[in-house]
C-alpha cells in the first residue's frame, strides 16, 4: 500500500455535557482515530450515541473536555482567532435537517456567497458568477439565485447546503447525516453527487449516519460508536464481512434487508433492554448491559480499543473468544 | 381465495383544501386485506399512503378533507365505513380496527399515565371496571416486554424511552383485541436495533392473535421482512401491486424498479454509482393527466404523459400500471427484467 498522508488526528478526544451538579452526558468519552488526505470516514451508530457531538468537536464547534484534534499539524483548539479563520476555511460541515440549516431571510445566492465575503475570497461579478457555478455543480439553476430556501423541496435544500459549504473550496467536510431527512430516490441523488465531487475536488469526509449499507457504500473506512465510545474501526467490507465487536453483529444483523429471501434465511441476533443513559454511565464496558457473552471483566474495566487484525480495531475484552 | 376480505377500498379519492388550491393527495386507490396477513403501502413522503390509511380510520380532518370518487368505498364486514357518522366510527376505531403511529412521542398523551392509557379503550368499548382494565393493561404491558410492568404502569410517557412509548402504543392499540392493525411507520423514528425489536413483537402478536396488518413504511428492508403482499404508491396512485417475492424479484413498474435499484446492498461490495431518479414527484394541486411517473421515467413515451395507465396483470396478483406492458410499446432499451412474461 502507498504511504497515505494523515489529514486529522483525533487523540483521545472527550467531550462531556454537564447536566446536574454532578451528572454530566459522557456525549463522547475517550475516542482517537485518523483521517487519511482523500477518504471517507464514516461513523455509525444509534441515537445518542455521541458521534455527532464527535463530528462538531472536530470541527471546533465543541470545545473539548480533553483530548486533541490535530487538523494537517496543528491542534485546532489552540488556535488564535486569526488561525481559526484560516482553518474554518479548510473545513465545513453539512447538516442533518436541510429544512433548520438554512436562514430562511436570506436567499440562496447570500446563503452560498457568505463564506465567500467571510474569507474575502471573491468580489462583485467573480462572486455571481462562483455562485452560479457551485449551483450548477450541484444541480441546481442560477434562476435559483434569488430565492429563499422555503421555495425548494428537501433534496434541493440539502444541495443548497451542500454548495455552501462547497463555496470556500475546503478540504474537509463533515457530513453530519445529509441524507437522513430526505426520500429513498432524493438519498441516491445526494450520495451520488457527494461521491462525485469527493472524486472531482479531492475531498476528505467524514460521514454521520445511522444507516449503516448506507455508510458501507459510501465509506472507506467505518467507525461504529456506541454510547460516546468507538467501538470498532475498521475498512467497510472487512467490517461487513468479519464484525468482532458483539454490538457490531448486533446492528448489521438488525438492519432490514431489501431482500425478502434473504430476509426468510437470517438468523437475527435480538438485543434485549434499552441502550443504558449516558449520564454518568456505569464502569466498564458501555455495552455490557444488552451483551449476551458478558463476563464478569465487562462490567469491571472499560476494554481499549486495540488492534487484532490489520487496519482492524476493536474495542471488547472477549473478541475472537466467541 | 381462500382467506375472506378483511377490509376492502374501491376507488377512494381524497382531496384536502388548502390556501394554495386543491390538493388531490389520493386519486383513485383500491386495495384489499385479509385475515392475518401483512399488506405493505410502500411509497415517499407525500404520495398519499398516510391519507389512506386514516381514511379507513375516519381521522382526516372534517373541515379539509374531501372524500370522494364514483362508488368510492371502504367496506369492513359488509359495512361501508365512508357511511358511518362519528359515533359509529368511535365504536369501530380501536374496538375492531386500531393504529400505532410514526411519533410515539406525540401521539401519547403527555398528562395521563400509560396504564390509564390502555385502560381507557377497555372501558369504553368493552365496559370494563377499573380494576378490571387495570390488571388487563398490566397483561398487555407485560405481553409487550416492557420490565417492571407494575411500576411503569403508573408513570407518564416522558418517563419512557422512544422504544418504550412505542411499545406502549403497541399495547393501546392491542388492547381491545382488534382484527386490523394498521402501522403507519411505526419504527421510523426508532433506532434499527429497537426497530428489530418492534418488529418481532407485532410479527408474533399477528401470529397469535391473527389479525390483519396494514404496514405504511418508505423503508423497503422493514417491508422485505415483515409483507406478505405490497402496493406501490406514488403521486396518490397506487402503481403496482403483487406478493413480497413478485415486487422484490419481478418489478414491472419503472418506479418500483428505480426504488429497489436506489438502496445500496449491505453484500456490494462494489462502488458503482447508485441508481437514482432525477427531478422529485408532481405537484398534486395539479397532478399530471398521464402517468404520474413520466416525468421522471427514462422510458416515458407520448401516450405515457397524454393517457393514464391501464392496468396489466401478471398473474392472479400481480399487477402494474404501465404503458411500457401495452403490445404496441416500444421496448428497445428497456431492462429486460421489467419486460419478461408479459401476457
Known amino acids: ?322 | 381465495m381462500k382467506n375472506s376480505k378483511l377490509l376492502e377500498i374501491k376507488n377512494l379519492h381524497v382531496s384536502f383544501t388548502t390556501y394554495a388550491g386543491i390538493v388531490r393527495a389520493v386519486r383513485g386507490v383500491d386495495l384489499y386485506l385479509e385475515e392475518g396477513e401483512t399488506l405493505a403501502i410502500v411509497g415517499e413522503s407525500g404520495c398519499g399512503k398516510t391519507v389512506t390509511v386514516k381514511s379507513i380510520m375516519g381521522l382526516l380532518p372534517e373541515e379539509q378533507a374531501v372524500i370522494s370518487g364514483e362508488g368510492a368505498q371502504i367496506n369492513f364486514h359488509e359495512h361501508n365505513l365512508l357511511a358511518f357518522d362519528e359515533d359509529r366510527m368511535s365504536a369501530i376505531r380501536g374496538m375492531h380496527i386500531s393504529m400505532i403511529f410514526q411519533d410515539p412521542m406525540t401521539s401519547l398523551n403527555p398528562t395521563m399515565k400509560i396504564g390509564d392509557q390502555i385502560a381507557e379503550s377497555l372501558i369504553v368499548h368493552k365496559g370494563a371496571s377499573g380494576r378490571l382494565a387495570r390488571q388487563e393493561a398490566l397483561k398487555m404491558l407485560r405481553l409487550v416486554n416492557i420490565p417492571n410492568a407494575e411500576e411503569r404502569i403508573d408513570q407518564y410517557p416522558f418517563q419512557f424511552s422512544g422504544g418504550m412509548r412505542q411499545r406502549a402504543m403497541i399495547a393501546i392499540a392491542l388492547a381491545c383485541d382488534p382484527e386490523i392493525l394498521i402501522a403507519d411507520e411505526p419504527t421510523t423514528a426508532l433506532d434499527v436495533t429497537i426497530q428489530a425489536q418492534i418488529m418481532e413483537l407485532i410479527k408474533s402478536l399477528q401470529r397469535e392473535r391473527n389479525t390483519g396488518v396494514i404496514l405504511v413504511t418508505h423503508d423497503l428492508g422493514l417491508v422485505a421482512s415483515m409483507a406478505d403482499r405490497i402496493n406501490v404508491m406514488y403521486a396518490g396512485q397506487i402503481v403496482e401491486r403483487g406478493t413480497t417475492d413478485e415486487i422484490f424479484y419481478d418489478p414491472k413498474h419503472p418506479y418500483t424498479f428505480a426504488l429497489l435499484r436506489s438502496v445500496p446492498k449491505l453484500s456490494d461490495h462494489k462502488q458503482e454509482a447508485l441508481y437514482s431518479l432525477v427531478g422529485t414527484p408532481p405537484d398534486l394541486i395539479k397532478p399530471p393527466v398521464g402517468c404520474p411517473f413520466a416525468p421522471r421515467c427514462r422510458f416515458a413515451m407520448r401516450i405515457c404523459r397524454d393517457r393514464p395507465a391501464e392496468a396489466t396483470h401478471f398473474g392472479p396478483s400481480h399487477s402494474s400500471y404501465c404503458w411500457l406492458h401495452h403490445p404496441k410499446a416500444n421496448t428497445s432499451d428497456v431492462p429486460e427484467t421489467l419486460l419478461k412474461e408479459v401476457v
Do not use: W
Not at chain 1, 89 to 105: C, G, H, T
Not at chain 1, 160 to 185: K, T
Not at chain 1, 292 to 319: G, N, W
Open chain 1, 1 to 322: 500500500m502507498q504511504t497515505v498522508e494523515v489529514l486529522i488526528e483525533v487523540n483521545n478526544l472527550k467531550k462531556y455535557f454537564r447536566v446536574g451538579r454532578n451528572a454530566f452526558v459522557k456525549a463522547v468519552d475517550d475516542v482517537s482515530f485518523n483521517i487519511c488526505k482523500g477518504e471517507t470516514l464514516g461513523l455509525v451508530g444509534e441515537s445518542g450515541c455521541g458521534k455527532t457531538t464527535c463530528g462538531k468537536t472536530i470541527l471546533g464547534l465543541y470545545s473539548t473536555t480533553d483530548g486533541e484534534v490535530i487538523f494537517d499539524g496543528v491542534n485546532i483548539h489552540a488556535l488564535r482567532p486569526n488561525e481559526k479563520t484560516e482553518f474554518t476555511k479548510r473545513a465545513q460541515i453539512i447538516f442533518q435537517d436541510p429544512y433548520s440549516s438554512l436562514n430562511p431571510r436570506m436567499t440562496v445566492g447570500d446563503i452560498i456567497g457568505e463564506g465567500m465575503d467571510i474569507h474575502h475570497l471573491y468580489k462583485g461579478k467573480e462572486r455571481e458568477e462562483k455562485v452560479f457555478e457551485l449551483l450548477n455543480t450541484v444541480g441546481l439553476n442560477k434562476e435559483h439565485v434569488n430565492r429563499f430556501p422555503h421555495e425548494f423541496s428537501g433534496g434541493q435544500r440539502q444541495r443548497i447546503g451542500i454548495a455552501r459549504a462547497l463555496a470556500i473550496e475546503p478540504d474537509f467536510i463533515v457530513c453530519d447525516e445529509p441524507i437522513s431527512a430526505l426520500d429513498v430516490s432524493i438519498q441516491a441523488q445526494i450520495v451520488n453527487l457527494l461521491m462525485e465531487l469527493q472524486r472531482s475536488k479531492d475531498l476528505t469526509y467524514l460521514f454521520i449516519a445511522h444507516n449503516l449499507s448506507m455508510i458501507k457504500y459510501i465509506s472507506d473506512r467505518v467507525g461504529v460508536m456506541y454510547l460516546g465510545n468507538l467501538v470498532e474501526l475498521t475498512t467497510s467490507a472487512e467490517l461487513y464481512d468479519n464484525p468482532l465487536h458483539p454490538y457490531t453483529r448486533a446492528l448489521l444483523s438488525a438492519i432490514p434487508i431489501p431482500d425478502p429471501q434473504e430476509e426468510r434465511r437470517k438468523q437475527r441476533i435480538t438485543l434485549h433492554g434499552e441502550i443504558p443513559s449516558s449520564i454518568n454511565p456505569p464502569p466498564g464496558c458501555r455495552f455490557a448491559s444488552r451483551c449476551q457473552f458478558a463476563k464478569e471483566i465487562c462490567t469491571r474495566a472499560m476494554p481499549p480499543l486495540v488492534e487484532v487484525d490489520k487496519e482492524h480495531f476493536v474495542a471488547c475484552h472477549l473478541a475472537r473468544q466467541f
